[in-house]
């Protein structure tokens, strides 16, 4: 009975233009959307309608125009969820055989669910070394690559989403490359408000959603895949409906994929797109995500609430976990639903390793300077409602 009380929310909060009974959403995604690509989903459309077709190619030719991919790459969506994508890009990359294995050089979820993936395929796998609290090195990486010769394939993730850790893709893309080995990038929490540029050519495939720091909302995500490997050079896939190599001839035979496509996502996503262009692109995006997020970080920082990561450890700029406060007056569910009566939704721990973690929260979306003050604001009042006195973590 005392949770279901707790899940009961009032609303007597402002939320977002057009919505101001719903909360802000400072999280990674779903995230809050702006006005103009809410209302991109009142109409209609038929997958058949040449409009929506021509529109839909060209949402997939402006996500290649992100990263610098229209030469050598095609990008092929799928209409269902990141984590999806990622077991169709595995079963389609990932070697099989005994001896043939797939290096997991991240940590984090996505790791994680790239490893869970593989061994549910039965695919040789490997996991790098080293602390989850730090970004993955060239070093590391070429150490791997050197002791284990089976390793064909490496995964790599741009942006840890337990932390906001960040590792450098570019040059651990180059290293796998240049040491012969097929390069899987997964820049689902990335793409949109850091560089992704496959014009190098040391990537193979690169993993992205449309519902982070795009903007725009869930109902398909897409890889972009070196367009030769995709005509001669792709596995056989263990899936009937995840196989890459037959989504990809579906779309050249037909104009594209199989099955009722998610139509509202993919026009919310067209206009999201143009917005960030229109913002400057990634750089500029990113330095609106970071002004908002250090705003959050300077407030929460007067209240006691202490980050997981070191200071001087490399951080995306819009995410951030924060370490559970020592207060005994302090519990994690109370703590995010008074929130959420407050009008902000943030995230758990997701459960790092090694942290007595609290809480995550980013600033993507349409959350700005001024949201980031109100959400400081309502932290304030929950911390006064349940008695905490700071929100610093134990030494």
């Known amino acids: 009975m005392a949770l279901a009380e707790e899940h009961k929310y009032s609303h007597s909060f402002n939320g977002p233009e057009g919505q101001e009974d719903m909360p802000w959403l400072l999280t990674l995604g779903p995230v809050t959307t702006s006005r103009e690509v809410k209302l991109a989903m009142l109409a209609d459309w038929s997958m058949r309608d040449t409009e929506f077709v021509s529109l839909a190619l060209g949402v997939t030719e402006q996500l290649l125009d992100l990263v610098n991919g229209s030469s050598e790459y095609d990008c092929i969506p799928l209409h269902l969820s990141g984590d999806a994508i990622l077991e169709s890009v595995l079963g389609a990359l990932a070697p099989t055989g005994r001896k043939r294995k797939t290096l997991i050089a991240a940590h984090g979820p996505h790791a994680a669910q790239a490893t869970r993936i593989l061994t549910h395929m039965k695919r040789p796998v490997a996991n790098i070394s080293g602390s989850p609290l730090r970004p993955v090195t060239v070093k590391r990486l070429s150490k791997a690559l050197e002791d284990d010769p089976d390793i064909m394939t490496v995964y790599l993730a741009e942006t840890d989403v337990s932390t906001g850790l960040i590792n450098p893709v570019e040059k651990l893309s180059a290293t796998a490359n240049e040491a012969g080995r097929r390069v899987i990038m997964d820049v689902r929490a990335s793409i949109g408000a850091m560089p992704v540029n496959l014009a190098p050519g040391t990537v193979d495939a690169a993993i992205g959603v449309p519902w982070a720091c795009i903007g725009g909302v869930p109902g398909f995500s897409f890889v ?172």
């Open 224 to 395: 972009m895949v070196r367009r030769n490997l995709l005509s001669d050079g792709l596995g056989r896939s263990p899936s009937a409906t995840l196989d890459l190599a037959d989504l990809w001839r579906s779309i050249h035979r037909t104009g594209w994929f199989p099955g009722t496509p998610p139509a509202h996502s993919i026009v919310a996503c067209g206009v999201a797109l143009r917005q960030l262009f229109l913002e400057g692109g990634p750089e500029m995006r990113r330095k609106r995500y970071e002004q908002s997020h250090l705003r959050l970080l300077q407030g929460m920082a007067r209240l006691g609430f202490s980050p997981a990561l070191a200071q001087s450890t490399a951080k995306c700029g819009y995410l951030t976990l924060f370490r559970a406060p020592a207060d005994k007056r302090y519990s994690q569910l109370p703590f995010l639903h008074r929130l959420r009566q407050m009008g902000f939704v943030i995230m758990d721990d997701e459960g790092c390793p090694g942290i007595d973690a609290g809480f995550r929260v980013a600033t993507i979306g349409a959350v700005d300077e001024t949201v980031a003050g109100q959400f400081l604001t309502a932290v304030e009042k929950v911390m006064r409602d349940l008695g905490m006195k700071s929100g610093a973590p134990a030494r």
